[in-house]
């Protein structure tokens, strides 16, 4: 069993595109974020979500918009996507907010060309 | 105030070896301080956690000394082994607080 799932595992786009990447979980936690993990492995947080509510919105471009229809689910929709999104994408959950003992899902690795 | 600085940035050590991880933080609202471990093509998984209530916290062959008066924590890896090559983040939160990572350190166990 998965606790915390995305899809898809990679993506590869061209400049300019849309594209989406869908994260659910299973554990039953309130809060689930996007973190960014660049070439250097550098771990950054994105957007997190509390019982569907937005709570942290780092400085992200407006092209990155992330959607929760419920709280077991938290998707990132790009927009316009660029040479520099490409990295490896994370959802994240937590049973709190706070970030205390979270759980990653296996990450999706973005490549835009 | 809101970073956590982690050094080395890449450690190599024989097996049987102590690597030891260091991390700092500013803030002391912080109230958790996890380590996480990622192996390449995988997420980060949460290895051990400590509160800043105890100076000390071992589970398996993992230990996390902590030091509150110079907001400072470590983890330590006994007897090390060629499968703890990994990526090793530190990082520290509290409630309603986001959680700030460190930059990591690639750990390399030779055989």
């Known amino acids: 069993d998965t606790a915390v799932s995305q899809t898809p595992k990679y993506l590869v786009t061209q400049m300019g595109n849309d594209k989406s990447i869908k994260c659910e979980q299973n554990?039953?936690?309130?809060?689930m974020y996007w973190y960014k993990q660049d070439s250097k492995k550098f771990l950054k947080i994105m957007f997190s979500?509390?019982?569907?509510?937005?709570?942290i919105n780092e400085t992200v471009p407006n092209r990155f918009s992330p959607k929760s229809p419920d709280k077991a689910h938290l998707n990132l929709h790009i927009n316009s996507l660029e040479l520099g999104d490409s990295a490896v994408y994370f959802c994240?959950?937590?049973?709190?907010?706070?970030?205390?003992?979270?759980?990653f899902g296996p990450g999706t690795r973005l490549t835009v060309t | 105030q809101q970073q956590v600085k982690q050094s080395p940035q890449s450690l190599i050590v024989q097996k049987g070896g102590i690597p030891i991880i260091n991390c700092a933080y500013e803030?002391?609202?912080?109230?958790?301080f996890p380590w996480y471990q990622q192996f390449p093509g995988k997420g980060p998984a949460l290895l051990i956690a400590?509160?800043?209530?105890?100076s000390e916290k071992k589970e398996g062959r993992f230990t996390i000394s902590f030091n509150k008066s110079a907001k400072q924590f470590s983890l330590h890896i006994m007897d090390s082994q060629p499968g703890d090559s990994a990526t090793y983040f530190c990082?520290?939160?509290?409630?309603?607080?986001?959680?700030?990572f460190g930059a990591g350190t690639r750990l390399f166990v030779k055989a």
């Open positions: 994240a959950s937590s049973r709190t907010t706070g970030g205390y003992e979270q759980y």
């Open positions: 554990l039953g936690h309130d809060t």
């Open positions: 979500y509390n019982n569907k509510e937005l709570i």
């Open positions: 803030n002391t609202a912080f109230d958790y």
């Open positions: 400590i509160r800043p209530d105890v």
């Open positions: 990082a520290a939160g509290a409630g309603g607080f986001k959680t700030i």
